[in-house]
């Protein structure tokens, strides 16, 4: 009995790991960019390079938010909301913003934005359109062009695999703990399984949490059903319950002057005094049935959603806010968000996610390659590779080498459009599937190792240039960030660098590399992964 | 009843590919195992956690958030446990019923009969 | 600083793990450890990532175990690479790692 568990455990784990590992690939690479989701859009937005962090931040915000409304009631009057976004650590400027009347079929009114630098209260220069690290957040549970809730799907389905890969996986690897901090090198295959042992050992609480926590954040879709059959108005009710709702004014008539925010700003101090406040939002400004909710960051608790504290905007008294100590199956469900989004993770924090990150992909990523040795090493010479063998030869050629080489494609068609391009943000992304569509046609007519040291060239050329592209396209490069400390841009130029330096060594590797041509890639190629910042 | 699919590693594919035969029923187990683990460890998954959200004593939101928050864990256990088991016939037999007892204790709370 | 200590108790611990294992002790040490040496290896092992795993959870509340995690990550992979690519600099990366916890253990004790 034991010895089939463990062999259908096997059987499992090969086939429900191959059948995603490429759709997995691509959720755990965009997935891992999206870590630095901020410092992407930073990068990509060249008019904010310049904004230095402020050094009293915190104590900054009251006033913010003053000349916030002074503002927004010049200019957005009318307006159905207003929003006050207040700059963050990582995000380091200030938006003022009103909601433009609804144009016709638009589910969502657009806001028209001021963005300001914080310490000098100045307009920025106007921002160049694109979708900076939301492309790369979006993609890595919405995919692209395609219908977002059929792509939900299609990434809970392979997340729940990769669920089930990892649980098999670990009940295969029996010598898990004995063969801990083993690597075998230049043994083909089996070099293969250590690196994909060890990236899965080394970050396996990581890749069980973020697998785990990924399909809780989108768990209303896959499991609707215990809201359904608790609440009689079904989902609705439920998330009335759970969202902090405004019941009191809501039904009020008729237009009303608003209160000063100083009195309601005192009452947040007086409730929270270091209150590190986020976002102002106002809902119908003017309005007797106005609300003004006040977002506030949640620090070192593991929480999602942001405690909020709801007002009247007409009375300025208190009419909803978030529960301060939350319910055991509450504080469960909002840590297993929180943890897979690490939205406050501190620097350190979320250095060591994008290590689990890359783990992760270099784990799918030996995985899906050694499945193809095997195979590989097992075919005679005289019989020709089945189809199977070569679609996954070219599958993963094309996304282990097409997806770093598309990654700098977005960042160099972002320096190179010219700002004032019509829907610049989409011909951004789409310079980044066409190059991932060209590496993958290139994957159909070859896969061999040769293939894989050209893949490997184009890449090294491609992750240089785009620190180089940076320096000629605007005022700073990577020597003037080190030197002005603008740490998030000299970083993210310095790990292109270093992914070069990686790609060039791989190219190398696979020169030197015993000239086995049935050997879709080399024995000794480094384990270090083609990950992007 | 003995399942081929315990027998028939990756690395035998090419075996299996001359027993043509064994090539069809291989691949129905195969279907039909992969079938109740995705589509009745889902109904298992959903029926129970929809129970165990309407019989918890605790506020309806804690039990809402609590037993989408298990259901995951319920979903990976129901899958592993079809694929463990030896006996195609009682991986079927148990989650079926299983699924249709919740969902009729369910209905019978409810008052939906 | 803190989150320093809370690391190298960590890699400490892990450090422990693979001496305690015979072919990397051979490896370090160029003889076979005995069967105390092992005990109290892997007793030093545990009292470190015990101590590592409190200290994490204690200052850092919600997130310390996830920052846990990550350090446990981070230090396999570290060691890995000195017992498979550096093993003559096993001693010497001891040494800097016990020093790392007096200094940043001194550091944490005396703020």
Known sequence: MKDSFFRSMTWLHTWVGLLVCWLLYLIFFAGTLSFFRDEITLWNQPAIHNVQAQTQRIEAQKQQIITGFDYLANHGANSSSWRITLPEPRIPYLIYGYAKPKELGQRRSKFENTQLNPNT???????????????????????HYM????????????????????????????RIFKDMFSFRRNKGSRTWLDAHNLSSVLA???????????????????????????YDNGMRGFFNDVTPRNTMTDKAQGESSMVPIQSILDQVYTKWPHADITRIQVNQPNMAASTITVLVSAGKTLRDQAPRLIFSGATGQMVAKTDDELTSSKALYESLNSMHTGRLATWLLRWLYVLGGIAGCVMIGSGCIMWAKRIRER???????SFGLKLVEGLNLATIMGLPLATCAFFIANRLLSPTTAERADKEILAFFLTWLAVALLALIKRDTLQWRVMAAINAVACLSVPVINALTTNGNIVSYLMHKQWALFTFDALFLLFSILFFIQTEKLRTAKNNSKIISPSQSNNLKRQKP | MQAPLHSAPFDKVNVIALMVKS????RVL????????????????????????????????????????????????????????????TVWISILLSTGAFISLLALLKGWV | MIDLLGFSLCLLSFNCFALAKYNHFK???????????????LLAAWISILLSLVLCIVTQGGYGALLFCGFMSLSVL????????????????????SVLIVLSGLFSALN
């Open chain 2, 23 to 26: 090539v069809s029923s291989y």
């Open chain 1, 147 to 174: 219908d977002a809730i059929t792509a939900r799907w299609i990434v809970c389905f392979a997340s729940f695999f990769m669920l089930i890969a990892i649980i098999s996986g670990v009940v295969i690897h029996k």
């Open chain 3, 27 to 41: 490896d370090v040490f160029k003889k076979r450890p005995t069967e105390s040496q092992r005990k109290e290896l």
């Open chain 1, 204 to 230: 396996l609480p990581f890749h069980l949490m973020i697998t785990y926590t990924g399909m809780i954040t989108l768990i209303f879709m896959l499991f609707p059903y215990p809201a359904q059959t608790s």
């Open chain 1, 379 to 385: 075919t005679k010479n005289n019989v020709k590779p």
């Open chain 1, 121 to 143: 209260m100045q307009e920025l220069e106007p921002f160049v359109d694109t979708k900076g690290g939301n492309f790369f957040y979006r993609l890595h549970y919405d995919l």
């Open chain 2, 30 to 89: 195969v279907f039909l195992r992969f079938f109740i683990a995705i589509i009745g460890g889902y109904a298992f998954t959903s029926a129970s956690t929809a129970l165990l959200s309407f019989v918890l004593p605790i506020a309806k939101q804690d039990a809402v958030l609590f037993s989408v928050s298990i259901s995951i864990l319920i979903y990976a256990v129901v899958f592993i446990y079809a694929f463990s088991v030896k006996s195609l016939k």
């Open chain 3, 78 to 97: 570290i060691i890995m690479v000195f017992y498979n690519f550096l093993v003559s600099y096993v001693k010497w990366f001891s040494v800097l790692n």
